[in-house]
């Protein structure tokens, strides 16, 4: 298997690394993001770095801008590794280690606002439904099954946590942190953005149940769509040919992780918390297998070596 990289050491300040990203400063207008093999599950980050997860993440989010063009302005300047270098050449000796992995943006003032948009009910939202039939605290129609279709799609903002869980909020809830104006705006792009990805992905056999996109405001004022874009971390991918509304459904991501946490978890050898148990490596195998499956059914190609 490809060697993981759990963390990238380059020659710019870095700003922050994130659970999965490092992200350095290039200059006042440009940032480098390069997503690395790091993997977290139930908010905790393993000790086992995923081949090639990180030149999934990137590689699927610079395709979806691609798609975008036209749609909705974004924060790419450049994912490709010869052209980051003739735009920031002391990374030049460092060739390999942004290979694939690392993207040249805008930088941006970023809204601190996750913006889920829901095609189906599953996960945290079905949680709440089952118990209260509310999501966010805002009620939804009567008689939905897990998993169902959600027809128009329900936008369901969130807090950007640091650390732990985002919390969902409700619309006004936005607006209030964010004002009105802005609160719409991202709306509006949200739903643009999941409407053409979703007619995309279904021509290709893939159901997106659910994304969340990041939004930033350059300096001129102009609103950006920005960090990953429709990636097996940041949406739930089904298969719509394997589709069965009334339970869970077999996901596109991390999920042969998170299945032998949960089996951990369940018969009391970890507790939930970092640190985190090894992991065997055929689970690792199978989670990279399961993001590089859903980079090809999605672009119809393999990823790139």
Known sequence: MTQAMSTSTLP??????????????????????????????????????????????????????????GVVAHHVLASDADAIIRAVPALAPHRAEIAGRAMLCRRTTVFPIECVVRGYISGSAWKEYAKQGTLAGEKLKAGLRESDRLDPPVFSPATKAVEGHDENITIARMAEIIGKKDAAELERLSRLIYERGRALAADRGIIIADTKFEFGRTPDGRILLIDEVMTPDSSRFWAADAYRPGGPQPSFDKQPLRDWLEGERTAGRWNGEAPPPPLPAEVVRATSERYLDAYRRITGVPLPA
């Not at 940032?31 to 030149?55: I, Q």
């Open 12 to 69: 710019l300040e870095l700003l922050g690394r994130g659970k999965v990203r490092d992200v350095y400063v290039v200059d006042a207008d440009r940032l480098l993001l390069v997503a690395t093999d790091r993997v977290s599950a139930f908010d905790v980050v393993m000790r086992e770095a995923v081949p090639r997860k990180g030149a999934v993440l990137t590689q699927l989010s610079a395709w979806w801008c691609a798609q975008l063009e």
